[in-house]
């Protein structure tokens, strides 16, 4: 289990990941990448390959400890575009708990004819590359995006250039205000 949970706000305890409309079910979006950085550890442990270690490794100062921090960052993470109201209002009973515990959730943008050009991967692509460069100050893009691509990428095919320019235009849909 990760010991970071123990720092997580009250309104992130509400983001959710998965819902099963038949049952009204639902997964929150911490479980969702818990579960998902306790499988990339067990992966990178018992099961990946020494020459794909090796390769990433080749590209990190650390070598292969770095290389396993950073795998296993990447797979607690790639979801995190779900944290977005493009994602939330998808379901309005789970968007008004996130909304009701302080997070900024417009039920108009259910409707919104634009909501479906910001698919939660390209969004937490975009929240990656922005964090890197507004927290960690990474001035370059280049390197910002080898990172945040993986996140883009997680379901098999990477955001193009027009995907992301188009997805940033929406700055309520990533939940940016300004």
């Known amino acids: ?7 997580l706000s009250e309104p992130a305890w ?6 099963q409309r038949s049952t009204d079910l ?3 979006l911490w479980r969702h ?9 067990w992966l990178w442990d018992e099961w990946l390959p ?7 490794a080749r590209c990190l100062p650390g070598g292969e400890d770095d290389a396993r921090i950073l795998f296993v960052w990447l797979a607690g993470i790639h979801d995190v575009g779900k944290a977005t109201p493009a994602f939330a209002v998808q379901v309005p009973s789970l ?9 900024l959730i417009d039920h108009d943008l259910r409707r919104h004819p634009d909501r479906r050009l910001v698919p939660h991967a390209t969004a937490g692509q ?12 990474w001035r ?10 993986v996140v883009g990428g997680h379901h098999g095919v990477p955001p193009e250039e027009g995907d992301l320019v188009t997805a940033r235009a929406h700055k309520s849909l990533l939940g940016h205000s300004s």
């Not at 990448?33 to 550890?41: K, M, N, P």
């Not at 968007?95 to 997070?103: C, I, Y």
């Not at 370059?140 to 691509?149: K, L, S, T």
């Open 140 to 149: 370059h893009q280049e390197p910002r995006r080898q990172i945040a691509v």
């Open 95 to 103: 968007a008004d708990r996130m909304h009701d515990h302080g997070l």
């Open 33 to 41: 990448l818990d579960d998902s950085t306790a499988v990339a550890e």
């Open 126 to 137: 975009i929240l990656v590359e922005d964090w890197l460069k507004e927290v960690h100050g």
């Open 26 to 28: 639902s997964l929150p």
């Open 14 to 19: 509400t983001v959710w990941a998965k819902h």
């Open 1 to 7: 289990m990760n010991d970071g949970l123990d720092g």
């Open 50 to 56: 020494a020459l794909v270690k090796e390769a990433i």
